[in-house]
């Protein structure tokens, strides 16, 4: 949680982006259990904050051992099978992939509870709104 400004930076690996989610059944599923807010995006969804960690040209899986990018495991990538209320959460699966021009691969570097990539997928540029820096952050 925090403050952040936008800034005037290219997406990159590394950057924070704010994006709109896609309208589809993983993104309804979560704003009906609150894990996203209400919004300004397309399906009534809040935009999301999170992290680049792979890009075009990378090479990503995803699977219930966690994420790689480039042949190595992400921290905190391990799917959990269940929300705190024990509600079952979505098992996104990708075999291996080179990540194309507008694809990103967007995660929580700091809460491994997060609703992230493990979820939901890959997202595609025409989502990202912003890129974002910290200002003031707290939690986690």
Known sequence: MGFYKIVDEPV???AYVSFCPPQDEVFDMAMARHYIS???CPGGYGMLLKRVFA???DTVSIGGAGIKVNGELLPNSVQLKTDIDGSELPQYRL???ML???EYLLMSDVNPNSFDARYFGLIVSLQIQH???P???WGY
């Open 38 to 40: 209400t919004g300004n």
């Open 12 to 14: 990159g690996k590394g």
């Open 100 to 102: 194309g021009d507008s």
């Open 95 to 97: 075999g291996e992939k």
């Open 135 to 137: 200002v003031f952050t």
């Open 131 to 133: 890129v974002v820096e």
């Open 55 to 57: 890009q075009a040209g």
